[in-house]
């Protein structure tokens, strides 16, 4: 009873997001608010009676309080959420593992209505609502400029809510052990985003983000609707175009490479950065690995395909930020530039931000690991030797949790691409888009709409597992076995 409890709430907070688009759609008067508005009431309602007797039972106790002098109750006490968190707390990691799996598959399930009743089918429609929720930018639309721009809004407010993850909505009614252990459910630490001031620390570094990219692009050029939509896209490593066609300049080529590039820096960097610590901030191992391997990535692109500077940057970024903002012509590229992307794509950006893939810091953990260990062999029996990032020492089952995690990707990614394979599609493609799903990227060698039915099917449950970093899926399994 518990867990759907929690589960309802979490559908309430992620219900909140799209009264963005709601309230453009009224403004329009384009039609599609009925239809964004019957999401909202479906995945809002469910909870709205516990909402209302917990508000009710808050204002009966003010009222007591003021009736008897209660000297000790306070205005803050009418909105106080400790009832709510001591719920939570009864709750295991195995249980919440399983509830955070089960509202990445039921939110976006709820969240299709709008794209059936534009007249997609179920797959494609269930394939569009969750490409956004997990911020991958795969899209099944074949064009998109018969839309409400209502409905093209809506799937950008489901990535920029997607690219933080659902649970970071609900962490203001929890402790610290159990917002960690929501965190770890969508492959977040507490250190990397800070568990004390997470909810207010996050939501305000992405919401001063998304408001630097919408005045830059607004600048170099772009009307203010789509500088919102590619903000949302580009902030939160979604990768929605809102439109089938554009024309971008250099400028604007730039401006969208800036916020991918913001979006996959850890939010702890700008913590840092508010926080004075610029040297700190800015020497960061993790930072630093990050504009290397971007740097590197760009200049062998460029060098071996030739292909215009701007957008070589603009897909370089796109693919380790997880992205997936897609200029040019990627089906014509060099082999050896698709493999890069791949690469990158398999990789990810940092830890504690928008971004899919590996993450850098699980990466940069391994090759330390591995150093260490030859290191060793070279030195006294008994000499201890610690793996170090930023200073830190490393434990030991960061170490093996980090290692178990990139064995376990590759070997789906490795299975994925068998599986595309065994259906016809080339070696090089199958690669390609398998990590463009696991990896939550969006970018496509191959157009979606123009796939079957079952390889959608696939690519589905690619993002899924690639979104909840696959741990908390077999948790979800185990919680409704045990059932």
């Given at each position: 009873?518990?867990?759907?409890?929690?589960?309802?709430?979490?559908?309430?907070y992620?219900?909140l997001p799209?009264?963005i688009?709601?309230?453009y759609s009224?403004?329009?008067?384009?039609?599609?608010?009925?239809?964004?508005?019957?999401?909202i009431?479906?995945?809002a309602?469910?909870?709205v009676?516990?909402l209302?007797?917990?508000?009710?039972e808050?204002?009966?106790?003010?009222?007591?309080a003021?009736?008897?002098?209660d000297t000790?109750?306070?205005?803050a006490?009418l909105?106080?959420?400790?009832k709510m968190?001591e719920?939570?707390?009864?709750?295991?990691?195995?249980?919440i593992?399983?509830?955070?799996?089960a509202?990445?598959?039921?939110?976006?399930a709820?969240?299709?209505?709008?794209?059936l009743?534009y007249g997609?089918?179920?797959v494609d429609?269930f394939?569009?609502?969750?490409?956004?929720?997990?911020?991958t930018?795969?899209?099944?639309?074949?064009?998109?400029?018969?839309?409400?721009?209502?409905?093209?809004?809506?799937r950008?407010?489901?990535q920029?809510?997607?690219?933080?993850?659902?649970?970071?909505l609900?962490l203001?009614?929890m402790?610290?052990r159990?917002a960690?252990?929501f965190?770890k459910?969508?492959?977040?630490?507490?250190?990397?985003?800070?568990?004390s001031?997470a909810a207010g620390s996050i939501w305000?570094?992405?919401?001063?983000i998304?408001t630097i990219?919408?005045?830059l692009l607004?600048?170099?050029g772009?009307?203010p609707?789509?500088s919102?939509?590619?903000?949302?896209?580009?902030?939160?490593?979604?990768?929605?175009?809102?439109?089938?066609?554009?024309a971008?300049?250099d400028?604007q080529?730039t401006?969208?490479t800036?916020?991918m590039?913001?979006g996959?820096t850890s939010?702890l960097i700008?913590?840092?950065l508010?926080?004075?610590?610029v040297?700190?901030?800015?020497?960061?191992?993790?930072?630093?690995?990050y504009?290397l391997?971007a740097a590197l990535?760009?200049?062998?692109i460029?060098f071996?395909?030739?292909?215009?500077?701007y957008?070589?940057?603009?897909t370089?970024?796109s693919?380790?930020?997880?992205?997936?903002?897609?200029?040019?012509?990627?089906?014509?590229?060099h082999?050896?530039?698709?493999y890069i992307l791949?690469?990158?794509?398999?990789?990810?950006?940092?830890?504690?931000?928008?971004?899919?893939g590996?993450?850098l810091?699980?990466i940069l953990?391994v090759?330390k690991?591995?150093f260490r260990?030859v290191?060793s062999a070279f030195?006294p029996?008994?000499?201890v030797?610690v793996?170090?990032i930023n200073?830190k020492?490393?434990a030991?089952e960061?170490i093996?949790?980090?290692?178990t995690?990139?064995?376990?990707y590759?070997?789906?990614?490795?299975?994925?691409?068998?599986?595309?394979i065994?259906?016809?599609?080339?070696?090089?493609?199958?690669?390609f888009?398998i990590?463009?799903?696991?990896?939550n990227?969006g970018l496509?060698?191959?157009?979606?709409?123009?796939?079957?039915q079952?390889?959608k099917i696939?690519l589905?449950?690619?993002?899924?597992l690639?979104r909840?970093?696959i741990?908390p899926s077999?948790?979800?399994?185990?919680?409704?076995?045990?059932?």
């Amino acid at each position: 009873m518990l867990f759907l409890k929690r589960l309802m709430i979490l559908m309430f907070y992620a219900s909140l997001p799209l009264l963005i688009p709601f309230g453009y759609s009224i403004f329009l008067n384009d039609g599609a608010w009925a239809t964004i508005g019957f999401t909202i009431l479906v995945m809002a309602l469910p909870a709205v009676p516990q909402l209302l007797q917990h508000i009710y039972e808050n204002i009966r106790n003010f009222v007591l309080a003021l009736v008897q002098q209660d000297t000790a109750f306070t205005f803050a006490r009418l909105v106080d959420l400790e009832k709510m968190r001591e719920e939570v707390s009864e709750l295991t990691l195995g249980q919440i593992l399983a509830l955070v799996s089960a509202a990445w598959l039921i939110i976006p399930a709820v969240s299709a209505i709008p794209y059936l009743a534009y007249g997609m089918g179920p797959v494609d429609a269930f394939f569009e609502s969750l490409s956004g929720w997990t911020s991958t930018g795969l899209s099944a639309i074949p064009v998109l400029d018969g839309l409400p721009s209502s409905i093209l809004l809506y799937r950008s407010v489901t990535q920029w809510v997607g690219g933080l993850g659902i649970v970071i909505l609900m962490l203001t009614v929890m402790k610290g052990r159990e917002a960690k252990h929501f965190l770890k459910a969508e492959g977040r630490t507490s250190e990397e985003v800070g568990i004390s001031k997470a909810a207010g620390s996050i939501w305000g570094t992405y919401l001063m983000i998304t408001t630097i990219g919408i005045v830059l692009l607004i600048v170099s050029g772009i009307d203010p609707i789509n500088s919102v939509n590619l903000t949302f896209s580009g902030v939160s490593s979604g990768g929605f175009f809102p439109f089938d066609s554009f024309a971008f300049n250099d400028l604007q080529k730039t401006s969208l490479t800036v916020l991918m590039f913001c979006g996959a820096t850890s939010f702890l960097i700008y913590r840092k950065l508010a926080a004075g610590k610029v040297r700190e901030a800015l020497l960061d191992e993790e930072l630093i690995f990050y504009v290397l391997i971007a740097a590197l990535a760009i200049m062998l692109i460029w060098f071996v395909s030739q292909e215009d500077v701007y957008n070589t940057l603009l897909t370089s970024i796109s693919s380790i930020s997880s992205t997936g903002f897609e200029v040019g012509d990627l089906p014509i590229l060099h082999a050896f530039p698709i493999y890069i992307l791949i690469v990158l794509m398999l990789m990810g950006g940092m830890m504690g931000s928008t971004c899919g893939g590996i993450k850098l810091w699980r990466i940069l953990v391994v090759l330390k690991s591995i150093f260490r260990n030859v290191k060793s062999a070279f030195l006294p029996a008994g000499t201890v030797q610690v793996v170090k990032i930023n200073g830190k020492a490393i434990a030991e089952e960061s170490i093996v949790e980090s290692s178990t995690f990139i064995f376990a990707y590759m070997i789906i990614f490795l299975f994925g691409c068998g599986v595309f394979i065994a259906a016809d599609y080339g070696i090089e493609d199958s690669m390609f888009m398998i990590a463009s799903a696991m990896g939550n990227v969006g970018l496509a060698i191959i157009p979606i709409p123009l796939m079957g039915q079952e390889a959608k099917i696939f690519l589905i449950i690619l993002m899924y597992l690639g979104r909840i970093e696959i741990f908390p899926s077999l948790a979800l399994i185990r919680f409704l076995t045990k059932r």
